[in-house]
């Protein structure tokens, strides 16, 4: 079984421009999770779509946005970047029973460099 | 709210000798618990989970965890550390209950080192 796929694996930007990221999840996953693993500031959550939804989102501005696609593939979008925004972005899927129970599988992640 | 406090930002052991990284955490609910282990550069690798069932958990490659209420910890544990044991290890919580659903809230780390 496959696991969960992100791409690319690396991207370069400048500071402005936009970034997009993209995640597969496990076959049969309805939910997927965002997370931001920048340096010295650990892992920390974006955003959570299932069915399509965005069903909630951690303490990030507007410019980071995404969406869920039909067949449950995702995208991370992040506007006007800036250095910060330089880190490890992993998705993660799920079944979709809901984050309280449900375990989520990792990819690999992308690692975004702003210049 | 939930939160999840990692003890050690390092913890170094001898081969053969037993792991312990210890976690503590926070929830106004019912809460999930997780152990994932994170190489140098790759994704993250679910260890182990607690969801209310049995307090002591076994995870993948020899790995266990205990969960003590009174404590409010979750501590990981195994009996004899392996070199490919070396990365970095984190503790996580995820509440569900409230009404709300924040994702999971991950601990900083521990940096496992693994002296031969």
């Known amino acids: 079984e496959a696991g969960v796929t992100q791409s690319p694996t690396h991207l370069i930007k400048t500071r402005g421009q936009q970034a997009t990221l993209r995640c597969s999840p496990i076959?049969?996953?309805?939910?997927v999770y965002w997370y931001q693993q920048a340096l010295g500031l650990g892992l920390q959550f974006l955003l959570w779509?299932?069915?399509?939804?965005?069903?909630n989102r951690g303490n990030f501005p507007p410019r980071f946005s995404g969406r869920q696609f039909p067949n449950y593939s995702s995208e991370l979008n992040v506007n006007a970047l800036e250095l910060e925004d330089s880190a490890l972005y992993l998705c993660a899927s799920s079944p979709g029973r809901g984050p309280g129970t449900d375990t989520q599988y990792f990819g690999p992640g992308t690692r975004l460099t702003v210049l | 709210a939930q939160s999840v406090t990692q003890l050690d930002s390092h913890v170094s052991v001898s081969e053969g000798t037993p792991v312990l990284l210890r976690c503590n955490y926070s929830s106004s609910y019912s809460p999930s618990l997780f152990w994932y282990v994170q190489h140098p550069n790759k994704g993250l690798q679910l260890l182990l989970k607690?969801?209310?069932?049995a307090t002591l958990v076994k995870g993948i490659n020899g790995f266990e965890a205990e969960f003590k209420k009174s404590e409010t910890s979750f501590h990981l544990t195994k009996p004899s550390a392996h070199m490919s044991d070396a990365a970095e290890y984190f503790c996580?919580?995820?509440?569900w209950g409230g009404g709300g659903a924040d994702g999971l809230t991950f601990g900083k780390g521990t940096h496992l080192i693994i002296q031969p």
């Open positions: 076959s049969g996953h309805t939910s």
């Open positions: 607690y969801t209310s069932a």
């Open positions: 996580v919580v995820s509440e």
């Open positions: 779509y299932d069915e399509g939804e965005e069903r």
